[in-house]
């Protein structure tokens, strides 16, 4: 990338990944949101204009990126990918950083985090919220179970909300049923993962890298419900950015140790085919 960057986030548009926010190196927060064209395997920064944070969240939808959370900051940001001019969203009235997020059917969901409404990084969330795109309103939804920071991704109309931190890592899974609009099932992994990425590939949520397991790689199989451990030659890092494309897994950014002289600038990608993972 053209800066390194950790506490970073991205989103996929055709065959594009943006990443956008996070730290740079020792001199504060990025501005910038940068594309990678996985064809011509080249960066381009498309916007320098955006709201300096860390640990926010971004989905696309539309032809268009919506950057919302992080610490501090309830800004709602939205970059036309045709034009990358920026645009400003409703005020998101209950923002956290550290937050998961995950989009579907025109609403964006985001859940849990930490520093909920500028309040200490230290205290923990369990608010769920979802922004109707297009009517520019956020709504409340039932509570997490558990309050902590966290990472989710939405497979068959459930989200699952994978590991977090609420002063430990975490091992729990917790489900909710989007057509109920309840939290249904909840389920244990036989590890605790924090700082993790995560990355939708069929009916697998692929989880990489981690606050204390840096070279940690594996998949949550939403039809099994089972944890599955992998190995790679992935850098090791944590907060960084996950998406898929292709039957790859792109990894981007992150940092290997609380200074943010730990950032990371590298991109890598994985094979994660069914041969692929059979293989391994």
């Known amino acids: 990338m053209s800066i390194r960057r950790g506490a970073t986030s991205s989103a996929i548009a055709g065959d594009n990944i943006y990443v956008s926010n996070g730290y740079k190196d020792a001199d504060g927060n990025a501005t910038i949101i940068e594309k990678y064209s996985i064809k011509d395997n080249r960066w381009s920064i498309i916007n ?3 709201v300096p944070k860390r640990f926010a969240n971004s989905e696309t939808y539309g032809n268009k990126i919506y950057i919302f959370n992080g610490w501090g ?3 709602l940001e939205i970059i036309d990918l045709e034009t990358h001019q920026k645009t400003k969203g409703a005020v998101n009235r209950a923002y956290t950083g550290n937050a ?3 989009i579907h059917n025109g609403k964006i969901y985001t859940f849990g985090g930490s520093g909920l409404n500028n309040a200490a990084t230290t205290v923990f969330s369990d608010r769920f919220q979802y922004y109707d795109i297009a009517s520019d309103t956020w709504h409340t939804l039932p509570n997490m179970p558990t309050a902590r920071e966290a990472k989710g991704k939405i497979v068959n109309d459930k989200l699952y909300v994978i590991g977090g931190f609420n002063g430990t890592s975490s091992r729990l899974v917790n489900v909710y049923d989007l057509n109920k609009n309840e939290w249904t099932e909840q389920y244990m992994m036989p590890a605790a993962i924090s700082g993790h990425s995560l990355a939708v590939y ?3 949520i692929f989880i990489a890298g981690g606050y204390n ?6 998949y949550f199989d939403t039809e099994t419900n ?5 190995s790679s030659n992935m850098i090791p890092r944590r907060h960084a950015a996950a998406e898929i494309y292709n039957n790859k897994l792109y ?6 140790a609380s200074s943010t002289k730990s950032a990371i600038k590298s991109i890598q990608v994985a094979d994660i085919s069914e041969e692929a993972l059979s293989a391994k």
């Open 100 to 102: 998961g997020s995950a």
């Open 226 to 230: 089972k944890l599955h451990r992998l």
């Open 48 to 50: 320098s204009s955006l």
């Open 73 to 75: 900051n309830s800004h």
């Open 213 to 218: 397991n840096q070279n940690f790689l594996a």
């Open 202 to 204: 069929g009916n697998k």
């Open 251 to 256: 990894i981007m950014g992150g940092s290997t």
